[in-house]
């Protein structure tokens, strides 16, 4: 595979209707010295917060153990021996699903006790080759794990789901299957090839509660894995150090292959001075709060700095971004979500209209964005400073 192709990773849920907590729960991984990505999902037995407590220790054993190379059989037995077991059905109280994947390699499954994962190459099924552990001590004697590994294309793509999803439309219209999820995911990307791993995510959660007529009979978990070709973005902040990089900070704003955003007033009339660019407005507010935006020909977005900055950080770290809302920050962590590689281009000169306690100073704000986006969102990021 070309290692230049990005691992999207992205995923949506519902809880069981009546109910104010998952009992399902989805962790992920970046390992930087090996350029590697984890992801699990699990599924805890029930619903609500004894669910959600038991997925969640599920999950992030499960991340642990496998970026520590453990094998899979024994892995796997370690979490299900710490898990406990349900007196009547005797099973545990957790199953889970394991993405692993190093670029320029195979891409890992491991599955136990959940839907095997829809694997999808354009728009069509890929079928994957499925071995299976069978454990063969103590109290999970007999119980198989599931295990595939693949060479991933670009638009390859990997959606697992909890049974939530399978299972939904019992009692209804009849049981939707691991077929009618195959034949929706196929659908959706058809009529959208270009769509991201949350959408698509997203996208099923809410089809299974449609067919639960709108009152999900379980927990609706989706993680959706998508190979592409990144996309890339660009966050312009900041004057340069020094006037005479002006120009040359200019010159790589200008020369990026990709979506651009600037973020600062002094930045963009730099950017419009240096490049000779003209302001279409440049007071035009979205009544959120922020300092007004501008437009500017041939950028995307353009921002106030470090106000805005801070407000995007704290959206990307709590992970709540309203859809619905439309406000600068909301604009910004939009195109970052949707953006694979992000570049931010930091001029280093300081701006005494900025330095207040209530906001972080522009280098050191950056820095704490590209932290949560390579550790929480999985991006790539690099930083240049000017």
Request: net charge neutral; with cysteine; glycine share 8%.
């Amino acid at each position: 595979m070309n290692s230049q192709i990005f691992v999207d990773i992205g995923h949506f849920q519902k809880a069981k209707s009546g109910q104010n907590s998952y009992g399902d729960s989805i962790a992920k991984k970046y390992i930087r010295e090996e350029n590697r990505k984890i992801a699990v999902f699990s599924d805890g037995m029930g619903s609500g917060i004894k669910a959600n407590v038991l997925a969640s220790l599920t999950a992030s054993m499960a991340v642990n153990f496998i970026a520590e190379h453990k094998d899979v059989s024994q892995a796997s037995e370690l979490i299900m021996n710490i898990l406990p077991e349900c007196s009547e059905r005797k099973v545990s109280y957790s199953t889970f699903v394991i993405f692993d994947h190093r670029p320029g390699e195979k891409a890992g499954l491991i599955v136990y006790d959940s839907p095997l994962p829809v694997i999808t190459r354009g728009d069509r099924l890929y079928n994957a080759e499925w071995t299976y552990t069978e454990l063969t001590s103590g109290k999970h004697s007999g119980k198989r794990i599931y295990q595939t590994a693949f060479m991933p294309g670009n638009t390859d793509r990997i959606v697992a789901f909890t049974d939530g999803v399978s299972q939904s439309g019992l009692g209804f219209k009849g049981e939707w299957g691991r077929s009618g999820a195959e034949s929706y995911i196929l659908s959706a990307i058809r009529e959208n090839p270009g769509i991201s791993a949350s959408a698509l995510s997203e996208k099923l959660v809410n089809r299974a509660e449609m067919n639960d007529e709108l009152t999900l009979k379980d927990d609706a978990s989706v993680l959706t894995v998508h190979f592409r070709e990144p996309r890339r973005l660009l966050i312009c902040s900041g004057a340069p150090s020094t006037k005479q990089k002006d120009f040359s900070f200019a010159k790589e704003f200008r020369e990026f292959k990709g979506k651009r955003i600037i973020a600062g007033g002094t930045t963009s009339e730099i950017i419009a001075r240096e490049l000779e660019l003209k302001f279409k407005d440049r007071m035009y507010s979205l009544d959120d709060g922020l300092p007004p935006i501008s437009i500017l020909e041939n950028v995307e977005l353009v921002t106030e700095g470090v106000m805005t900055l801070s407000k995007a950080e704290r959206l990307l770290r709590e992970g709540k971004v309203e859809t619905s809302r439309d406000g600068a920050a909301e604009r910004m962590v939009k195109m970052i979500q949707n953006a694979d590689s992000i570049k931010f281009l930091v001029g280093a000169s300081s701006n005494e209209y900025h330095y207040d306690l209530q906001y972080k100073m522009r280098v050191q704000l950056v820095k704490d964005i590209a932290d949560v986006l390579e550790r929480k969102h999985l991006k790539s990021v690099e930083l240049s400073y000017f």
